[in-house]
């Protein structure tokens, strides 16, 4: 392996950890406006202004956003990294499927913090996997335009490809 070849796969993952770090962070902004979204139609749960509020709280006290922002890291990064692999190994560009693949990354993530079977959860919990893989498919898209658009590990040909 040379060293051009070499400098390409440490760009590559450098590209990958900044797009998921971004992609992250713009996943928990749309999940918020969703949340805000829900809460002006009427006849809607209090829970969803709940929701929509603790983007406020989470400015106001610095540490919370940060765990939340943590804790989001902790439980969609394994399921991401696969698919980041997957997506480099294959040199696979397409926009929907990095889109797809957040999607799944999130509702996996909402899946380890509510690890409870599909008979036990209510309808509530269904409706927050459905807004947090609602939002997935926004950080996804996030990815793609940093790190997704150009993605493989094998370099190009030329510089032109």
């Not at 940060?66 to 696979?92: D, K, P, R």
């Not at 409870?116 to 898209?141: H, K, N, Q, Y």
């Amino acid at each position: 392996m040379g060293m051009a070849t070499a400098r390409h796969i440490v760009k590559r993952i450098l590209m990958m950890l900044a797009g998921y770090l971004v992609a992250v962070l713009v996943g928990l902004v749309a999940v918020a406006a969703i949340y805000a979204a829900l809460s002006s139609l009427p006849n809607a749960p209090a829970y969803f202004d709940v929701m929509g509020v603790t983007p406020i709280a989470a400015l106001v006290v610095p540490p919370l956003g940060m765990f939340i922002y943590f804790l989001t890291i902790v439980v969609t990064g394994a399921q991401t990294l696969v698919f980041a692999l997957i997506a480099e190994f294959f040199s696979l560009r397409n926009a929907l499927l990095h889109m797809f693949f957040a999607a799944a990354a999130a509702a996996g993530g909402f899946f380890l913090i509510w690890p409870s079977t599909a008979e036990e959860m209510d309808a509530g919990r269904w409706a927050d996997i459905g807004i947090i893989a609602g939002a997935g498919p926004v950080a996804g898209l996030v990815y793609w335009l940093i790190a997704g658009r150009d993605a493989g590990f094998r370099r190009p040909l030329s510089p032109d490809q």
